[in-house]
């Protein structure tokens, strides 16, 4: 199994570490030429997505990313990862791969001294580390979209078919529950 | 070590490979965010203009950085003076990103930095070699970047600062157990910082390069040289092209290794910024604050 990180900007050396930590295989996407390589999974991670989007784009990786993403490759995104997916963002007018059918607000708890910490349960993980760091949440989620995690009445985790999108960090923490689940997601 | 400490630290960890840069008013921030700035450094004059006017170089109007976070989605930092723990109150009193202590504005402290530990908003600082970046650290630092030689457009100190940085970080980590202790001594900073160098080879914050970054070339000659990200400063906003330079300058830094793509991103820049050599100038903004 070759899990790729998007690593145009942000923190994708943590993920790369928690994944080979778990025995998987990893490569980085920096540029188009990198999607030739063979992979199977995709990881989003933190960062600004302003950038992200960006660079996806001019970089020539979006078009193929956002097909494989459509045919049922496994992702996991994590906080600017989540806006990447998102179908809607409610408070800006740049848009990414569009996959995830939700809406979500950016720098939804306001700057970083909105940042915190929250220890809370996540369904089929349980209790567990949740960094938010000027995070985004997720205001509306489609029906068929299942709600993993809420925090302060505001949805911070979901899974929809081979997506699963969170506003926190997992690869910040010590606890590699949410990458082992990723890692057994079916193809 | 504070919960709050974590946070910040972490939010340097998410700017990483990412490109700060200077602006002076809100139309630049939007210029910089458009092409593809992980975070703006919001102040009045780039260091270039604060190096030409001479003078008293203080933090900037609140009102100006105000604009400026209102018309980006971005982190949005700001300038203190070195010392001036009343000018970084009022900087988290409107909710700054980051507060960068710099030795670009006049220090107000001769000998203390800023108690960094006090705030909840984190402290990005200079430093031009271990012991200074870990000295920061323990103020509560929660980011470092090169001091470089700002507003001059040459790159040679940022160069400078990141080898010794990284000499000193490699020679600590080949030492016996039993030598950190003096080490710690000769620093003048805690053990326990030398000894997570030790254990970790690098630093226990994310370290950005900063100073005299004028070029994709500079900025990707930084990175192959160790750097997590960079600062640029005058090197945009005093070029002919800036949303053309910023562009390249980030997508130089993600491709930090393509010689190919950096050849590309280098052609038809228009001009760039004039630059003073470093043994041209007579203030060597590096020497504040140690």
Do not use: W
Request: glycine letters at 8%; proline letters at 4%; a negative charge.
């Amino acid at each position: 199994m070759t899990v790729a990180v998007l690593a145009v900007q942000g923190a994708f050396e943590e993920h790369k570490k928690m994944l080979l930590g778990l025995g998987a295989k990893v490569i980085e996407l920096r540029k188009a030429e990198d999607l030739k390589k063979d992979f199977n999974r995709l990881v989003l991670p933190g960062g600004e997505s302003t950038v992200q989007g960006k660079l996806l784009r001019e970089l020539g990786m979006f078009e193929s990313l956002q097909k494989r993403i459509e045919e049922g490759m496994p992702v996991l995104a994590t906080c600017a990862g989540l806006i990447l997916l998102a179908k809607e963002i409610s408070n800006d007018a740049g848009r990414c791969f569009q996959t995830l059918p939700v809406t979500v607000k950016r720098n939804a708890y306001g700057r970083q001294l909105g940042s915190f910490f929250y220890e809370g349960e996540i369904k089929g993980i349980g209790q567990y580390p949740m960094e938010f760091i000027r995070a985004p949440y997720i205001e509306k989620a489609d029906e068929e979209v299942s709600v993993l995690a809420e925090v302060k009445g505001n949805i911070v985790a979901v899974q929809y078919k081979n997506q699963l999108a969170m506003s926190f960090h997992p690869e910040l923490t010590e606890d590699t529950r949410i990458h082992e689940q990723f890692l057994s997601m079916i193809d | 070590m504070s919960k709050q400490y974590e946070l910040n630290k972490e939010l340097a960890q998410m700017l990483k490979g990412g490109v700060i840069m200077d602006v002076t008013t809100p139309e630049q921030a939007e210029i910089a965010q458009n092409a593809g700035a992980c975070a703006v450094m919001a102040l009045e004059r780039i260091p270039a203009d604060i190096r030409a006017a001479g003078g008293v170089s203080r933090m900037s109007d609140p009102k100006m950085i105000r604009g400026i976070q209102e018309a980006v989605s971005i982190p949005v930092m700001a300038k203190c003076r070195i010392g001036h723990f009343v000018e970084a109150q009022i900087l988290e009193a409107i909710e700054i990103d980051y507060i960068d202590e710099s030795e670009v504005l006049s220090p107000a402290d001769d000998v203390y930095h800023i108690d960094k530990t006090q705030f909840k908003v984190p402290f990005v600082c200079g430093a031009k070699d271990l012991g200074e970046a870990l000295r920061r650290i323990n103020e509560g630092a929660s980011m470092i970047r090169t001091k470089g030689e700002p507003g001059t457009g040459d790159v040679v100190q940022a160069v400078r600062h990141m080898r010794m940085m990284n000499s000193a970080i490699a020679r600590i980590s080949s030492m016996r157990e039993d030598e950190l202790f003096n080490e710690a001594k000769e620093l003048c900073v805690p053990y326990e910082l030398v000894k997570y160098v030790h254990d970790n080879n690098r630093l226990p914050v994310v370290n950005f390069a900063a100073g005299g970054v004028a070029t994709p070339a500079d900025a990707a000659l930084m990175m192959q040289l160790g750097a997590e990200g960079v600062f640029v400063g005058s090197g945009i906003f005093k070029s002919g092209n800036p949303a053309k330079r910023a562009d390249a300058i980030v997508k130089a830094v993600t491709n930090y290794q393509d010689s190919a793509l950096i050849a590309d991103l280098s052609a038809d820049l228009g001009e760039a910024m004039v630059g003073i050599n470093e043994d041209e100038i007579e203030l060597l903004m590096a020497e504040r604050g140690k």
